[in-house]
C-alpha cells in the first residue's frame, strides 16, 4: 500500500517546488483561457455575459455537450462557486432540482438525497445511494464525500440509477467532483484568493499551473478556511462548531509521447471541529432539566471531531488506434476519522460517545472506448475495489446516578459498551455501454453491468453493566474498576459474517433528435444498491443481521432544448420509480431520559416515486441571465409494517408515508445583470432564492400536528452575491450574503428517550463575507 504521511510530505515538498519555480515569473492572462476544451471538458461562458455557454461534461467517459447527453444532469461550474462564496457542497445545489445535501452532521458529511433517496443511517459501514467521486475515483467513506470547494472545473449531479458506468452501483445518483488539470503554457498561470465573514470566517485559497518541459507540467492547490461555530455552547461560554479545514491537491501531468499520456494527483485534507450547528435537546430530562430557548447548545463535556483523508491516483490515457482509446486509473484513499461527542445533549454528565473509524480503499479501472462519432460506438470497462475497514464505537456512562438520583447504570444504559469490527469489502464488475445511430436522428444506447460484491465481517461486542471510572481514557475498557460485565446471553463476545451478491445491471435510452435544437429520449433503467451487515447493535451479538441489497427500476422520458437562437436552454424530464428492498434505518430508543438512539439497517419497505423536473437558462438581455429549477416528488411507502428490529414486535403500519427528506415541492429562480463599465470593468450583480416544501426526518411518525420536531415547514431561504472584475480580469472582489432573511429551519429532528424528548438541528444562520482573488 502507501504511507498517508509521505503523501502529506510529498504535496507539501512539491507544491512548494513549484511556487518558488514560478514566482518570478508574471502572466496577465487567466490561466482558464489556455486550457482547450477538449481537454478540460470545461464550462464555457463569455466573459461579459453575451451569450450562453456550450456547458462541456463528461459523464459519459466523453466530452459532450450536456444538451446531447440523454439523462438528467446538472452542472455547477467552479466559477459560480467563487462568486456565491460556497463552501459547502450543500450551497451549490439551487439549480439542481430534486437534490439536496444538508449538514445536520455538519459539513464533513454531507447527507446526500436524490429523488427522494438516500439515508440516514450514520454507521461507518454505510453505502451511500448516491455515488461520490472525485476526479473519477470512487469514494466510499462516508465521510470522503464532502470534499473542499477549491480550484475546481465543475461538479456534474447525475440524477437516477448509474449501474452501467460508473465504478460502483449507486440506485440514487452520482457526484462528480471535477478539479482542474495541469495545462501546458508557456508562461506559469494561477491565482490566488483571500476570504473574511462574519462569525471570523478566513479563507485562503490559491493555484499554480507550470510547465517544467515540454512533457511534463504540474499544477498545485490550496485551501483553508477557519471560522467560529454559528451557536454557542451555554455551558463555558464558548463557541460551538467551529470549522478548521485544510486541504492540498498536487498534480503532474506528463507526456508519455503524442498519444499517451500519465496524471498523477496527490491530495490531502484534514478537518478539525464539527462544523454543524449541535443537536439540541427538546422537552424537560429527568424532571429537573429543559434547554432555554434559541439555537445555542448547552454541553458539559467537550466535543472534537478530526478527519484526516489522504490519497493518490494514477491516470493513464491513450490512442490504441482505430480510433480507440483506453483509459486506465489507479487510485489508493485512506480517511480517519476521530470524535468525541456528548451523548445525552444537556450540561449533565450522564453519557458520552467516542468514535475511531479507519477507511483504506484501493480501486481499479479499465476502460476502452470507441469513436463516438461512427455508426456504432461502445465503452467497456473492467473496475476493482478494495475497502478494509476499522471501527470503533463507544458509548459509556461514568457516573451512577441521573440527576434525579435514579440510577444511571444499568443493562440496558451501561457503564461502558464497546462495538468494534473489522470489515472488508472486495467488488468486481464488468460493464460495458454501447450506442448505434439507426439515422442521423434515431439512436440507442443501451448498457450491462455485472457485479460481485463480498463482504466479511468480525465483530466484538463489550458490556460492562456498572463501573467505576477510575483512571486512564474512559473510552477504554480497562478504565473501569469493579466492573460487573452483562452476564447475558450475547451480551458480550464476537461474531462474524461474510457475504456475497452477484447482481446483473442494465439500461437502454433511445433517443430521437426533433429539430437540431430539441432533443428526446426515454431510458429504463435497473439499478441496486450493495448489501451490508447491520452494525447499530443496542444489546445483543444477535442483532448483527444481513443487510440485502436494494432495487430500483427507473424509467424517465425527457426532452432537452435550445430556443431564441440559444438565448434560451429549456431542459424536462418526468419520472417513475420501482423501488425495492429498501435498506431503511429504523431509530431504536435506549433506555431512560436523554438515553439517546441507536439506529438500525433493516430491509423490507416498497415504494413509488413519481416525479417531474424543469430546468430553464434565459439570457433575457445581453447582460442579464434568468435561470430556474423547478421539480415535482411524489414518494409513497407502497408497503412497510414498522416492525422494531431488535424486539421483531409490529410498531405501526407506515404504508402511505413519504419517503425520508422528499418534499413535495422545489423551486430554485434567481438571476444576474452585468453593468458594464466605462473603463472596461464589470460589476456583476446576482441573487437566488430556494423553496423547499414540507419535508420528514424520519419513516414513521409523520403527523407533524404530534411531532412538530420531527418535519421541517415549507421554508424559504435567499441568497445575494456583487462581483467587481478589473477591465483586465486580473483582480476581483465577490461580496457575498447567505439566508439574506436569516430564515430559522431545521435540517434534523428525531425522538431522543421517552415521549415529549426529542433532539434537533438548526440549519445554517445569515452569512455574510468578501473574497478578493487575483490572478497571475
Known amino acids: 500500500m502507501f504511507k498517508v504521511t509521505k503523501i502529506r510530505q510529498s504535496i507539501l515538498t512539491a507544491m512548494w517546488g513549484v511556487t518558488a519555480s514560478v514566482s518570478t515569473l508574471a502572466l496577465a492572462n487567466d490561466d482558464a483561457d489556455a486550457i482547450p476544451a477538449e481537454q478540460q471538458a470545461q464550462v464555457v461562458n463569455a466573459k461579459d455575459v453575451k451569450k450562453l455557454g456550450d456547458v ?146 478566513r479563507t485562503f485559497e490559491g493555484a499554480v499551473n507550470g510547465k517544467i518541459s515540454d512533457n511534463v507540467a504540474v499544477r498545485g492547490a490550496f485551501y483553508s478556511e477557519d471560522r467560529d461555530g454559528y451557536a454557542k455552547n451555554l455551558a463555558n461560554g464558548e463557541h460551538y462548531g467551529d470549522v478548521d479545514k485544510k486541504s492540498f491537491r498536487f498534480q503532474i501531468l506528463g507526456k508519455v509521447n503524442d498519444d499517451w499520456n500519465a496524471l498523477v494527483n496527490l491530495h490531502s485534507q484534514t478537518y478539525n471541529g464539527l462544523g454543524n450547528n449541535g443537536s439540541l435537546s427538546i422537552g424537560k430530562y429527568w424532571g429537573v432539566y429543559e434547554r432555554p430557548q434559541g439555537r445555542d447548545t448547552n454541553l458539559d463535556l467537550p466535543e472534537s471531531n478530526k478527519i484526516q483523508h489522504d490519497g493518490a491516483s494514477l491516470t493513464l490515457t491513450g490512442d490504441l488506434g482505430g480510433g480507440h482509446t483506453f483509459t486506465s486509473i489507479t487510485a489508493f484513499d485512506k480517511t ?45 470497462g473492467f473496475h476493482f475495489f478494495n475497502e478494509d475497514l476499522d471501527s470503533t464505537g463507544v458509548s459509556a456512562r461514568v457516573n451512577k446516578t441521573l440527576p434525579n438520583g435514579a440510577p444511571a447504570q444499568t443493562a440496558g444504559t451501561p457503564a461502558f459498551r464497546d462495538i468494534s469490527y473489522k470489515q472488508t469489502t472486495q467488488s468486481f464488475a464488468l460493464f460495458g455501454n454501447s450506442t448505434y445511430k439507426f439515422t442521423d436522428k434515431f439512436k440507442v444506447t443501451g448498457g450491462l453491468r455485472w457485479t460481485s460484491e463480498e463482504k466479511d465481517i468480525d465483530l466484538n461486542l463489550v458490556q460492562i453493566t456498572s463501573g467505576d471510572y477510575t483512571k486512564g481514557s474512559w473510552w477504554q475498557k480497562d478504565a473501569y474498576s469493579n466492573a460487573v460485565y452483562n452476564s447475558a446471553p450475547n451480551a458480550n463476545g464476537s461474531t462474524s459474517r461474510k457475504k456475497r451478491w452477484n447482481e446483473l445491471t442494465y439500461d437502454i435510452t433511445p433517443e430521437y433528435e426533433i429539430t437540431s435544437d430539441i432533443n428526446s429520449y426515454f431510458r429504463f433503467a435497473r439499478g441496486f444498491r450493495s ?34 437562437q440559444g438565448n434560451l436552454t429549456a431542459n424536462a424530464n418526468i419520472f417513475y420509480y420501482d423501488y425495492k428492498d429498501i435498506q431503511t434505518n429504523l431509530l431504536v430508543a435506549t433506555a431512560g431520559q436523554g438515553g439517546g438512539v441507536t439506529s438500525v439497517l433493516a430491509n423490507g419497505p416498497k415504494a413509488e416515486v413519481k416525479g417531474a423536473e424543469l430546468e430553464l437558462d434565459y439570457l433575457a438581455t445581453d447582460n442579464l441571465r434568468l435561470r430556474l429549477a423547478a421539480a415535482y416528488l411524489d414518494s409513497e411507502y407502497t408497503s412497510f409494517v414498522d416492525r422494531n428490529p431488535v424486539t421483531n414486535v409490529v410498531n405501526a403500519d407506515n404504508t402511505g408515508n413519504v419517503l425520508v427528506r422528499s418534499p413535495k415541492y422545489t423551486l430554485g429562480i434567481g438571476g444576474e445583470y452585468t453593468f458594464n463599465l466605462d473603463n472596461g470593468a464589470r460589476l456583476i450583480l446576482g441573487t437566488d432564492a430556494s423553496y423547499r416544501d ?72 445569515r452569512q455574510i463575507g468578501v473574497s478578493l482573488t487575483a490572478k497571475f
Not at 467552479?78 to 439542481?96: E, H, N, P, Q, R
Not at 440506485?171 to 471570523?200: E, L, M, Q, W
Not at 421541517?712 to 461580496?735: C, E, F, M, P, R
Open 56 to 201: 462541456i461534461v463528461t459523464a459519459q467517459y466523453r466530452a459532450q455537450n450536456i444538451q446531447k447527453v440523454p439523462t438528467a444532469i446538472t452542472a455547477v461550474s467552479g466559477k459560480d462557486l467563487a462568486a456565491k462564496g460556497s463552501t459547502f457542497i450543500g450551497d451549490v445545489l439551487t439549480y439542481t432540482p430534486n437534490a439536496a445535501a444538508e449538514n445536520p452532521d455538519g459539513d464533513s458529511r454531507p447527507r446526500w438525497y436524490i429523488r427522494g433517496l438516500g439515508t440516514g443511517d450514520v454507521a461507518a459501514s454505510t453505502v451511500f445511494p448516491v455515488g461520490i467521486y472525485a476526479d473519477g475515483v470512487y469514494l466510499n467513506a462516508p465521510v470522503a464525500g464532502a470534499g473542499d470547494l477549491f480550484d475546481l472545473e465543475r461538479i456534474e449531479v447525475l440524477r437516477g440509477p448509474q449501474g452501467t458506468l460508473y465504478g460502483k452501483n449507486t440506485t440514487a445518483g452520482a457526484v462528480n467532483y471535477i478539479s482542474r488539470k495541469p495545462v501546458f503554457t508557456d508562461k506559469p498561470t494561477g491565482y490566488g484568493t483571500i476570504g473574511i465573514g462574519d462569525h471570523n470566517l
Open 336 to 380: 480517519t476519522q476521530r470524535s468525541i461527542s456528548d451523548g445525552d445533549y444537556t450540561p449533565y454528565d450522564v453519557a458520552r460517545s467516542y468514535s475511531d473509524n479507519e477507511w483504506r480503499q484501493y480501486s481499479q479501472e479499465f476502460r476502452i472506448s470507441s469513436d463516438a462519432e461512427k455508426r456504432l460506438s461502445w465503452i467497456a
Open 531 to 564: 448489501g451490508g451487515f447491520n452494525t447499530g447493535l443496542s444489546s445483543s451479538l444477535t442483532q448483527l443481521a444481513d443487510v440485502n441489497p436494494e432495487y430500483l427500476n427507473s424509467y424517465e422520458l425527457g426532452l432537452k432544448s435550445n430556443w431564441l
Open 694 to 765: 414540507r419535508e420528514f426526518f424520519l419513516v414513521n411518525r409523520q403527523d407533524y400536528s404530534v411531532d412538530p420536531i420531527l418535519s421541517q415547514k415549507a421554508y424559504t431561504l435567499w441568497n445575494a452575491n456583487i462581483g467587481y472584475h478589473t477591465a483586465s480580469d486580473k483582480y476581483q472582489v465577490n461580496a457575498y450574503v447567505k439566508n439574506l432573511l436569516d430564515e430559522e429551519y431545521q435540517v434534523h429532528g428525531r425522538p431522543n428517550g421517552t415521549a415529549g424528548q426529542y433532539v434537533l438541528t438548526y440549519g445554517n444562520p
